[in-house]
């Protein structure tokens, strides 16, 4: 158990739909990631935030879009959701957004657009 | 970025030490070496990671060569359980600051037969 927690699970929804999912950290952590990962593409880094901001972008579409919160809990939201954004999300989490700092990896939510 | 080159997969019998190998040339000074390992749509799971020095944790050893451009993992007696996707990742650093975010290739899938 790496001390990340992600919901759901699991989650089935219809094309155009719109999803959130939730992350939260290991407990002391301020950095978050969100990682995609489909079976085609490989892991994707889509987007980190450090206490709040932030601070990094990768891959994240225009249709998504992620925040943290003041408990330092992460929230990606997912919109006008289309068939290949089936998918298994990864949030993952470390002390600092900085290099050296290990980032732990949550057991990932899978979302099948149908 | 410093990009990696692993090979696509590879073979170890059970009880045996896995040596699996990683090319990372183009490395800066300032970069480490991490290593993760994926079992079959888990979340990624931190290994071991370093800059200079040869590391080791109760998971595994990381031998870096003296010019960084490559590194060795080492699993010291391979068992079943650890047949999964190893990744081994270079650190980026992007533009002088540093976010920590880890940039995941096509990894090694790494097969422990009995």
């Known amino acids: 158990d790496s001390g990340v927690t992600q919901t759901p699970k699991h989650l089935i929804t219809a094309t155009g739909q719109r999803v959130t999912l939730r992350c939260s950290p290991r407990?002391?952590?301020?950095?978050v990631y969100w990682y995609q990962q489909s079976l085609d593409q490989g892991l994707q880094f889509l987007i980190q935030y450090y206490n709040g901001e932030e601070r990094a972008k990768g891959n994240i579409l225009e249709r998504f879009s992620a925040q943290q919160f003041p408990d330092l809990h992460s929230e990606l939201n997912l919109s006008s959701l289309e068939l290949g954004d089936s998918a298994l999300y990864f949030c993952a989490s470390s002390v600092a957004g900085s290099m050296g700092n290990t980032i732990y990896f949550g057991e990932g939510s899978w979302l099948t657009v149908v | 970025d410093a990009k990696t080159t692993q090979p696509p997969s590879m073979d170890c019998a059970e009880g045996r030490a896995a040596n699996l190998p990683c090319n990372h040339s183009t490395i800066s000074g300032n970069e480490y070496v991490y290593w993760y390992r994926q079992i079959h749509s888990q979340g990624p799971q931190y290994i071991i990671h370093g800059l200079k020095n040869n590391e080791t944790n109760e998971m595994a050893s990381l031998i870096i060569t003296e010019d960084r451009k490559s590194s060795t993992l080492i699993l010291p007696h391979a068992t079943l359980r650890d047949t999964a996707v190893y990744y081994c990742i270079g650190q980026i650093n992007a533009g002088g600051t540093s976010y920590g975010k880890l940039t995941f290739g096509q990894g090694t899938i790494l097969t422990v037969h009995p």
């Open positions: 407990s002391g952590d301020l950095s």
